[in-house]
T-cell receptor, first 114, second 116 residues
């Protein structure tokens, strides 16, 4: 029940295009959903996060869409740039662990071609 | 303000040996969490330390242990190393125990452990 399923495993997008990464979860106790960006040789860095009381959150070119009934959430990167090429992880946590532990998806390797 | 620093960055051990990894938390952060990231996978929660006590643990055996010191730095110790322990070990610091409440997790660059 702790699993977060992420797709696709890899994604190639042209510069200026939209990148979409999807995640699904089973644990209904999850109530906080961050997305992390990881460049090679670096640790993950928080990109954007959402709570289930809203259906969408936008920060610059990055948008999270959240569907509570379907237990799915997605990351949209608008006007994708070569500098966005990285691995993206969705994650979730909830009060069943006191929000002490993040459960991560398996990651999506994004390549934005110039 | 310094970020999260980890040492060593890379190390190679043989099966059965023991290893200690170190982490200095970001200035002002009182909570340290450790994650294991196998190649091509997402990080997996090992445990969290708050005010020098373990207060959350993932599905890892007791041979994974840790410490947090009064300055909030931390160590991860792994005994009786197995081949499957080969991974990137990430330390993350935060202000407070609850993700997203008082502050986010800030990850270091990790220690890459290879077990032969």
């Amino acid at each position: 029940q702790q699993q977060v399923k992420q797709s696709p495993q890899s994604l190639i997008v042209q510069k200026g295009g939209i990148s979409i990464i999807n995640c699904a979860y089973e644990n209904t106790a999850f109530d906080y959903f961050p997305w992390y960006q990881q460049f090679p040789g670096k640790g993950p860095a928080l990109l954007i996060a959402i709570r289930p009381d809203v259906s969408e959150k936008k920060e610059g070119r990055f948008t999270i869409s959240f569907n509570k009934s379907a237990k799915q959430f997605s990351l949209h990167i608008m006007d994708s740039q070569p500098g966005d090429s990285a691995t993206y992880f969705c994650a979730a946590t909830g009060m069943d662990t006191g929000r002490r532990a993040l459960t991560f998806g398996s990651g999506t390797r994004l390549q934005v071609q110039p | 303000e310094t970020g999260v620093t980890q040492s060593p960055t890379h190390l190679i051990k043989t099966r059965g040996q023991q290893v200690t990894l170190r982490c200095s938390s970001q200035s002002g952060h009182n909570t340290v969490s450790w994650y294991q990231q196998a190649l091509g996978q997402g990080p997996q929660f090992i445990f969290q330390y708050y005010r020098e006590e373990e207060n959350g643990r993932g599905n890892f055996p007791p041979r994974f242990s840790g410490l947090q010191f009064p300055n909030y730095s931390s160590e991860l110790n792994v005994n009786a190393l197995e081949l499957d322990d080969s991974a990137l070990y990430l330390c993350a610091s935060s202000l407070g125990r609850v993700a997203g409440a008082l502050g986010e997790l800030f990850f270091g660059e990790g220690s890459r452990l290879t077990v032969l």
